[in-house]
């Protein structure tokens, strides 16, 4: 990294390049999950795992860029790229439940979300626990994981589209 101190345009392209690798992470996800049949419908409980794991995955990949990356000398903590104007009313909700999903689903055990249910048995004589919790909302189906795909392709080609316009603004040999 050039100890060289970067100016905030500079600073900007980074967070865009590291966001378009987090969006496009997400995007291969959801890709695979899709090809593979994974959606949290029906199958295996392998199948279930796998998918809900990756499921998380594509989420959390999806939101890095827009939930609070540390500010460094080398890059901005977000990529300023205002999609709220630029995504469809079916997609700018979609984002939204996405975030909302990473934050009370997939990063943090939200008790809002889960159905948690506690039963006390008895087993020899002495109380026993037993629990079943479930998040119903964070299934995604096929159909809505064509729909977020679809969004992840919008949100890509805004960060390309703004990468490009700053790159004309480059000198060829610069590097930071």
């Known amino acids: ?81 205002d999609i709220d104007k630029k995504l469809s009313v079916e997609q700018h909700g979609l984002h939204l439940d996405l975030k909302r999903l990473r934050h009370k689903v997939f990063a943090h055990t939200d008790a809002e979300v889960r159905d948690l249910e506690v039963d006390v048995a008895s087993l020899e004589g002495r109380p026993s626990i037993v629990t079943m919790s479930i998040v119903h909302e964070a299934m995604f189906s096929q159909k809505e994981y064509i729909l977020i795909k679809s969004l992840f392709d919008v949100v890509e080609d805004l960060f390309a589209t703004e990468l490009k316009r700053i790159e004309s603004t480059l000198t060829p040999g610069d590097s930071f």
């Not at 997400?26 to 409980?45: F, P, Q, R, S, V």
């Not at 795992?49 to 939930?67: E, H, K």
């Open 1 to 81: 990294m050039p100890t060289t101190k970067l100016i905030q345009e500079q600073k900007r392209l980074r967070r865009l390049v590291l966001s378009e690798y987090d969006i496009i992470e997400a995007k291969d996800i959801c890709h695979y999950i899709l090809k593979n049949g994974l959606w949290n419908e029906d199958g295996t409980h392998e199948k279930r795992l796998l998918g809900r794991s990756l499921q998380s995955a594509m989420v959390m990949a999806y939101c890095r860029p827009f939930s609070g990356n540390s500010k460094t000398e080398h890059t901005l903590p977000h990529p300023n790229v």
